[in-house]
């Protein structure tokens, strides 16, 4: 099944993708009451859907899939992670740490973009894509998503969906000298779609690791950057989606990514590779595409940079102890 939200003219519908055509879930239901069902509710929907609503996909317009509860992306692709620390400080190296555990950060879901969009930037000569596979958190009866093992977290995997992590990497290189972030460098837009994928349609591609053995794909004004396995990863999903309910909760809604794939799933690794901004960073008028194989393919063009307010430096104060 593949679940969207699309306006039509001044409305908004939500429901299915079936075949060349869009249908809305039963009831009036929306994605985000469709997650908290669960997986076989959503089959028993689309069992009822009622294909006399249906409605061409070719005349709406595909929006954001869904509104996340919360967003995690994880750094889980050794290959990018070497050719990333190469473009920061000329060695390429993966830190021992990143074995031990996925590690992964919280970003802005208010910031999210659909397909189709114009994406407007921050203030950055070194804008960059980040090709990556996301999860959608589902339901699951009896499960509070809560201090997961990996056979249950699988469990809770709902489907799904493209992510584009727009990244400002020179905002994001002087927030992580801070020792903390990345914050400013990317939360200024992230792209999610072009709909959910529900987990039962990749099981063909699970390979007998676990791993999705699917093609990613980027392309930048219609040329092949980069493109890996997705099954490249470090741990397979279902051991992200317990990691993060580690000591803590996954809700239906949350959204989590991958982290970027290898072999040229961003610019930024091929920074680090070729030495120099060999392709040159992203500007106002690019498209990017980023495809993988089975879920889709999101495509949007850069907007203008958007100027913000000044920032002010920090003010140098006497530490005293008391008044």
């Given at each position: 099944?593949r679940?969207?939200?699309w306006?039509?003219?001044?409305?908004?519908?939500?429901?299915?993708?079936?075949?060349?055509?869009?249908i809305?879930?039963?009831?009036?239901?929306?994605?985000?009451?469709?997650?908290?069902?669960?997986?076989?509710a959503?089959?028993e929907?689309?069992?009822r859907?009622?294909?006399s609503l249906?409605?061409?996909?070719?005349?709406?317009r595909?929006?954001?899939p869904?509104?996340?509860?919360s967003?995690?992306?994880?750094?889980?692709?050794?290959?990018?992670v070497?050719?990333?620390?190469?473009s920061?400080d000329?060695?390429?190296?993966?830190?021992p740490?990143?074995?031990e555990?996925?590690?992964?950060?919280?970003?802005?879901?208010?910031?999210?973009?659909?397909t189709?969009?114009?994406?407007?930037?921050?203030?950055?000569?070194?804008?960059?894509v980040?090709?990556?596979?996301?999860?959608?958190?589902?339901?699951?009866?009896?499960?509070?998503?809560?201090?997961?093992?990996?056979?249950?977290?699988?469990?809770?995997i709902?489907?799904?969906?493209?992510?584009?992590?727009?990244?400002?990497?020179?905002?994001q290189?002087?927030?992580?000298?801070v020792?903390?972030?990345?914050?400013?460098?990317?939360?200024?837009?992230?792209?999610?779609?072009?709909?959910?994928v529900?987990?039962?349609?990749?099981?063909?591609?699970?390979?007998?690791?676990?791993f999705?053995?699917?093609r990613?794909?980027?392309?930048?004004?219609?040329?092949?950057?980069g493109?890996?396995?997705v099954?490249?990863?470090?741990?397979?999903?279902?051991?992200?989606?317990?990691?993060?309910?580690?000591?803590?909760?996954?809700v239906p809604?949350?959204?989590?990514g991958?982290?970027t794939?290898?072999?040229g799933?961003?610019?930024?690794?091929?920074?680090?590779?070729r030495?120099?901004?060999?392709?040159?960073?992203?500007?106002p008028g690019?498209e990017?595409r980023?495809?993988?194989?089975?879920?889709g393919?999101?495509?949007?063009?850069?907007?203008?940079?958007?100027?913000?307010?000044?920032?002010l430096?920090?003010?140098?104060?006497s530490?005293?102890?008391?008044?």
């Amino acid at each position: 099944m593949r679940i969207a939200r699309w306006a039509d003219g001044a409305d908004v519908g939500e429901g299915f993708v079936d075949g060349s055509q869009v249908i809305p879930f039963p009831d009036g239901l929306r994605v985000a009451e469709v997650l908290a069902q669960g997986l076989e509710a959503a089959g028993e929907l689309f069992r009822r859907r009622d294909t006399s609503l249906a409605r061409p996909l070719a005349e709406v317009r595909l929006l954001v899939p869904l509104v996340p509860a919360s967003i995690r992306d994880f750094v889980a692709f050794e290959e990018h992670v070497e050719g990333v620390s190469a473009s920061v400080d000329g060695k390429s190296e993966v830190v021992p740490e990143w074995y031990e555990a996925p590690t992964f950060y919280f970003t802005n879901p208010h910031t999210v973009r659909a397909t189709g969009d114009v994406v407007a930037i921050p203030e950055t000569r070194r804008l960059d894509v980040e090709l990556e596979l996301a999860v959608v958190i589902g339901a699951v009866p009896g499960s509070d998503g809560e201090n997961l093992d990996a056979e249950t977290a699988a469990s809770h995997i709902f489907g799904y969906t493209v992510m584009n992590d727009w990244s400002a990497r020179d905002l994001q290189s002087r927030e992580m000298k801070v020792r903390l972030g990345p914050a400013k460098g990317k939360d200024f837009a992230m792209t999610l779609g072009p709909w959910i994928v529900t987990a039962d349609e990749l099981e063909p591609f699970v390979d007998a690791d676990g791993f999705l053995a699917v093609r990613a794909e980027l392309f930048v004004n219609g040329e092949l950057v980069g493109h890996d396995l997705v099954s490249n990863m470090g741990w397979p999903f279902p051991e992200l989606v317990a990691y993060a309910a580690r000591n803590s909760v996954v809700v239906p809604g949350d959204v989590l990514g991958s982290g970027t794939v290898g072999n040229g799933g961003c610019l930024g690794e091929l920074w680090g590779r070729r030495g120099g901004l060999n392709p040159r960073p992203l500007e106002p008028g690019d498209e990017v595409r980023l495809v993988i194989e089975g879920v889709g393919e999101i495509v949007n063009v850069v907007g203008e940079r958007v100027a913000a307010p000044p920032v002010l430096r920090a003010r140098q104060r006497s530490r005293a102890r008391s008044r």
